[in-house]
């Protein structure tokens, strides 16, 4: 019996987005947190990478695309960090296992355990079952929204950051380490919203000129009361059009709110844009799911 069923199909068509439950057992999720917790234990933060990771518009600007530690790790491990968790000597002030945002962006290709979800029977059925001719990894990440810290994710839609033409050629899968609720920070969509088009693109900057990156456009003014709430289980996932608007709040909660996801584009006939923050690279081109 295939993991994702009709009924699941039509609702990522209509809606945007599906919740499947039990892509991962209890012991998959507790063995990616374990080696993430490895990893962040060795990691080495120089004093450049100590930059604050944010989604607000013009910060944006100012810590993504000011850091070509940013822009430059679509082919690698590196680390990006929660506001406030370092001091004015660029010390930490919480533990370290709890300063991160994120880790990125390239877990599918180094990390065995990863790579391993990533190109999973059950991704590939995914896929297949959603008609992809020639799907490619574009790139993964392990978000930690850290109890109590865990920073707003304002509304948005993932082409922004990962365009294509034409559109609706990229989705997000987004898979519950632990339990996420609405009290620790889960994910909230506009059922529907896929179908508008984008207002905003986050682009290069020529070379040689700062910031690295700018915005085109603005993003639109969405109604609150259109968002639903989206919990997840542990080991379920959250299939992510393009498109959709979604967000998630601050987690003010004392549970954190582990996640891995990684974005797969339909790369048949279809362009992806030299203009993407993200761009393969000789060490590290888009690889094909299936296997």
């Known amino acids: 019996m295939d993991f994702m069923t009709d009924q699941d199909v039509q609702k990522y068509r209509e809606d945007g987005y599906v919740v499947l ?5 209890p012991q998959e999720c507790e063995e990616l947190r374990q080696r993430m917790e490895e ?31 940013f822009i ?16 004015d000597k660029g010390e930490f002030i919480v533990p370290k296992q709890r300063s991160l945002n994120k880790v990125g962006h390239a877990l599918h290709a180094y990390e065995p355990l990863f790579k391993k979800v990533t190109y999973s029977a059950k991704i590939q059925g995914i896929a297949r079952k959603l008609g992809l001719v020639s799907p490619v990894i574009l790139q993964s990440m392990y978000i930690f929204k850290q109890p109590g810290i865990g920073g707003e994710v304002t509304p948005h839609q993932d082409a ?14 987004w898979i519950a380490l632990e339990d996420a609720t ?7 969509f506009i059922p529907g919203s896929h179908s508008s088009g984008i207002t905003r693109r ?31 289980k542990k ?34 006939e279809t362009h992806w844009s030299p203009d993407n923050w993200l761009q393969p690279t000789e060490d590290l081109p888009f690889q094909p799911l299936y296997t």
């Open 235 to 268: 080991g379920g996932v959250v299939l992510i059009h393009g498109e959709v608007v979604h967000r998630s709040a601050e987690n003010t909660s004392e549970d954190s709110r582990h996640v891995y996801t990684f974005h797969i584009m339909d790369a048949q």
């Open 182 to 188: 609405v009290n620790n920070g889960c994910l909230w």
């Open 21 to 25: 439950d039990r892509l991962l057992t």
């Open 39 to 69: 990893v962040v234990e060795r990691m080495d933060v120089p004093d450049h990478c100590r930059t604050t990771f944010s989604t607000y518009h013009d910060e944006q600007l100012q810590t993504q695309g000011n850091a070509d530690y």
């Open 202 to 232: 986050m682009v290069r900057t020529p070379k040689g000129t700062f910031p690295l990156t700018d915005f085109v456009g603005r993003e639109r003014e969405y109604n609150e009361e259109k968002f639903v709430a989206v919990p997840v």
């Open 72 to 87: 430059t790790s679509g082919d690698k491990i590196r680390f990006f960090f929660e506001k406030g968790v370092f001091d």
């Open 160 to 173: 922004t950051f990962l365009y294509t033409e034409p559109l609706g050629r990229v989705m997000g899968l």
